[in-house]
């Protein structure tokens, strides 16, 4: 689709995560239509290079949860305000909210108001199939299309009455790294070697999850030290947690090689023959790079009450892309670090069934995820079609 002038974009994207599929999204449009979109809202600063006037820093909205939404309403509801405020301003021709959904769904309410006319799309699904099932349906009011990057997602919101959703897959999926980590994986003819192993490491990207799980990873570790096992460790991690780790695995019985370089978690992903991991969106890349791993997960006590509200049976990813154990789970009291030892030494046992079925399962979760086009591309023509369909029913 080509047009005769530059759209106007309505935008949401406070994590780097959220960041990143929004470049890779208005990059395409660009291509597609032959004009930079211009743009408005809430980004960082890879948008900003692509002309983001962001109407806050980003950083705000950023974590915004459960456990700080209340701490911070005064100041979100004033940023929702100025958000809103400014989009309406600059009538965009579609508006498109990828994260923060405690701050973005506000947003769209209020400029579903403003704007009926205008499509509002949510790019990547809110978790309903994992709890609070009801905000599907809440959603049709104030969003009218969703781009899913799980497989199983339009099925779910279809389910609960949610706004009309499409695959148009995962960035994970769709990488060209962990394709060909995959493909290298897939071609040993060994893994957990007689001698020594390699085991990645990955105690999560904030420092709560540190404190909450290395300990026990530690303790992990000696136990396979003790049980005279041999390997080498590999945690890569950002540059903010290096010292905290560094002071947490001082005295590991065998010494980690920390990196923050992009490159060294490829290549520790190339040599791992298991991985110790903190639940979350790392599990589900472990598994398209062909990594066996166990996950584990300690519940903040904020959260505690709410755990009735999780109506999910698992959290980790690729079983719930699969519908079917294939990572196994340690949560809160049931993180053993005897048992998290023994589950490693069965995931390096060359040929071992633990292996294998996590093997199969990780076939089947790519090909449950594979798509013919890159995910920005296939968001891209929905977009456009949106914004083609509305100026058509002018």
């Given at each position: 689709?080509?047009t005769?002038r530059?759209?106007?974009?309505?935008?949401?994207?406070g994590?780097?995560?959220?960041?990143?599929?929004?470049?890779?999204l208005?990059?395409?449009?660009?291509?597609?239509t032959?004009?930079?979109?211009?743009?408005?809202?809430?980004?960082?600063?890879?948008?900003r290079?692509?002309?983001l006037?962001s109407?806050?820093?980003?950083?705000?909205?950023?974590?915004?949860?459960?456990?700080s939404?209340?701490?911070?309403?005064?100041?979100?509801?004033?940023?929702?305000?100025q958000?809103a405020?400014?989009m309406?301003?600059?009538?965009?021709d579609?508006?498109?909210?990828?994260d923060?959904p405690d701050f973005?769904?506000?947003?769209?309410?209020?400029?579903?108001?403003?704007?009926p006319?205008?499509?509002?799309?949510?790019?990547?699904?809110?978790t309903?199939w994992?709890?609070?099932?009801?905000?599907?349906?809440k959603m049709?009011?104030h969003?009218?299309?969703?781009l899913a990057i799980?497989?199983?997602e339009?099925?779910?919101?279809k389910?609960l009455?949610?706004?009309?959703?499409?695959?148009?897959?995962h960035?994970?999926?769709?990488s060209?790294d962990?394709?060909?980590?995959?493909l290298q994986?897939?071609a040993?003819?060994?893994?957990?070697k007689?001698?020594?192993?390699?085991?990645?490491v990955?105690?999560?990207?904030?420092?709560g999850e540190?404190?909450?799980?290395l300990?026990d990873f530690?303790k992990?570790?000696?136990?396979l030290?003790?049980?005279?096992?041999?390997?080498?460790?590999h945690i890569?991690?950002?540059?903010?947690?290096?010292?905290s780790i560094?002071?947490?695995?001082?005295?590991?019985?065998?010494?980690?090689?920390?990196?923050?370089?992009?490159?060294?978690?490829?290549?520790?992903?190339?040599?791992?023959?298991?991985?110790?991991a903190?639940?979350?969106?790392?599990i589900?890349?472990?598994?398209?790079?062909g990594v066996?791993?166990?996950?584990?997960?300690?519940?903040?006590l904020?959260m505690r009450?709410?755990?009735?509200?999780?109506?999910?049976?698992?959290?980790?990813?690729?079983?719930?892309i699969?519908d079917r154990?294939i990572v196994?789970?340690?949560?809160d009291?049931?993180?053993?670090?005897g048992?998290?030892?023994r589950?490693?030494?069965?995931l390096?046992?060359?040929?071992?069934?633990p292996f294998?079925?996590?093997m199969q399962g990780?076939r089947?979760?790519?090909?449950?995820m594979a798509?013919?086009?890159r995910p920005?591309s296939?968001?891209?023509?929905?977009i456009?079609d949106?914004?083609?369909?509305?100026?058509?029913?002018r």
């Amino acid at each position: 689709m080509t047009t005769n002038r530059a759209l106007v974009i309505g935008l949401v994207a406070g994590e780097i995560s959220g960041e990143n599929l929004a470049v890779d999204l208005i990059d395409t449009i660009a291509e597609q239509t032959g004009h930079t979109p211009k743009l408005v809202g809430v980004g960082g600063d890879r948008l900003r290079e692509r002309g983001l006037k962001s109407v806050f820093d980003a950083s705000e909205i950023a974590l915004i949860g459960l456990t700080s939404v209340i701490a911070s309403l005064p100041r979100l509801i004033m940023r929702i305000n100025q958000t809103a405020r400014a989009m309406i301003a600059a009538r965009p021709d579609v508006i498109i909210l990828i994260d923060s959904p405690d701050f973005s769904h506000r947003v769209a309410k209020r400029l579903k108001k403003a704007l009926p006319d205008v499509p509002v799309i949510k790019y990547v699904a809110p978790t309903v199939w994992a709890w609070r099932p009801e905000r599907a349906a809440k959603m049709t009011g104030h969003i009218d299309h969703v781009l899913a990057i799980l497989p199983f997602e339009p099925d779910i919101m279809k389910k609960l009455g949610g706004p009309p959703t499409h695959y148009v897959g995962h960035p994970l999926a769709a990488s060209e790294d962990l394709a060909e980590i995959w493909l290298q994986r897939e071609a040993r003819t060994q893994y957990g070697k007689s001698e020594t192993f390699d085991l990645l490491v990955l105690p999560g990207s904030r420092s709560g999850e540190i404190k909450a799980l290395l300990p026990d990873f530690g303790k992990a570790v000696r136990t396979l030290h003790e049980r005279g096992q041999r390997f080498r460790i590999h945690i890569p991690t950002l540059p903010k947690l290096v010292d905290s780790i560094k002071r947490e695995t001082a005295s590991w019985p065998a010494q980690p090689r920390i990196t923050v370089a992009h490159e060294d978690k490829l290549e520790a992903f190339r040599q791992a023959d298991a991985a110790l991991a903190a639940s979350g969106t790392v599990i589900l890349e472990l598994a398209l790079a062909g990594v066996p791993v166990i996950s584990c997960y300690r519940v903040d006590l904020f959260m505690r009450p709410f755990i009735p509200l999780i109506t999910t049976w698992t959290a980790a990813l690729p079983n719930v892309i699969c519908d079917r154990p294939i990572v196994p789970e340690y949560l809160d009291y049931m993180i053993r670090p005897g048992m998290l030892a023994r589950r490693i030494e069965e995931l390096v046992e060359p040929n071992s069934l633990p292996f294998e079925v996590q093997m199969q399962g990780f076939r089947h979760a790519r090909e449950l995820m594979a798509v013919k086009k890159r995910p920005g591309s296939r968001a891209a023509e929905i977009i456009l079609d949106a914004i083609a369909n509305r100026t058509n029913g002018r």
